[in-house]
């Protein structure tokens, strides 16, 4: 069967699953919230990781009702953990290009915001660096309009685009995500090191935090802190993990 057919297959008979990773504070290590990360469950199959379909599920556009699945189902879960205790996680979401072009996104992400009593400060939206840069015009536009909303925006794989830095400036975001490329080897690795220091440096001119990705272990750790890095994210912390083992882990940490 063609992966598309699949793939609509797969969001209708509810073969998609969340996983979440938490993001820590650099000072003190406090949990402040997770990110939202899609995994596909055929039955009776391997869990397939989301760089096997979701190119596939942008270039057919089906990223759209399953982005629309993942914004409702994060909420949702969020909620949960709300009702049994577990509060003060913020929720990130990462959207793609074809979501941002969706006059309707607003409505539904407003939507579903208030069905799941939630409010828009719990929610941040990941953007790439490279789908920011497109079409810049209607993508400020609409990022606008979310922040407006009062919904908290991060560039998603910082520095491995081209963004021309007066254009950063003009984006109603909150949050730079440092990506994981200049963390694995930021201890050994000068060029690295400098790239983050200067991004970090620059995001806190522009009154941006800073959350770096891939935050393997206590080297990194030790010198993203020394950097001023304000928030830290990875498998030294924890893997993305299902909903259930996220709250133990939650309740484990605090
Ligand atoms: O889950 P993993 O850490 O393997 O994620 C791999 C890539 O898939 C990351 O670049 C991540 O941004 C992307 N990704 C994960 N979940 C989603 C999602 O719900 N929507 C979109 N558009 N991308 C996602
Ligand atoms: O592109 P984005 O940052 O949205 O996706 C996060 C991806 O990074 C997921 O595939 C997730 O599984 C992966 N990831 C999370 N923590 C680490 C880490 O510490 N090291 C590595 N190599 N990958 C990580
Ligand atoms: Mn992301
Ligand atoms: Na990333």
Known sequence: ???????????????FLLHYQPQFTTIG????????????QPPDEEMVPPNQ?????????????????????????????RSAGID??????????????????????GRSIEQHGLQPADLELEVTESVAMRDPESTIGILTQLRDMGIALAIDDFGTGYSSLSYL???????LKLDRSFVHDIESNPNDAAISAATISLAHTLGLEVVAEGVEGPAQLGMLTQLGC????????????AAPALADFVRDWR
């Open 29 to 40: 290590e406090h949990i402040v919230g997770v990110e939202a990360l899609l995994r596909w």
């Open 53 to 81: 379909f979701i190119p596939l599920a942008e270039d057919t556009g089906l990223i759209v009702p399953i982005g629309a699945w993942v914004i409702d189902e994060a909420l949702a879960q969020l909620a949960r953990w």
């Open 1 to 15: 069967v063609r992966t598309e057919t699949r793939l609509r297959d797969a969001l209708e008979h509810g073969h």
């Open 169 to 175: 400036k003009l984006l109603p975001i909150s949050r």
């Open 88 to 109: 003060g996680l913020r929720m990130s979401i990462n959207l793609s290009a074809h979501q941002l072009r969706l006059r309707e996104l607003p409505r539904l992400i």
């Open 230 to 241: 304000d928030l830290l994210q990875g498998y030294h912390f924890s893997r993305p993990l």
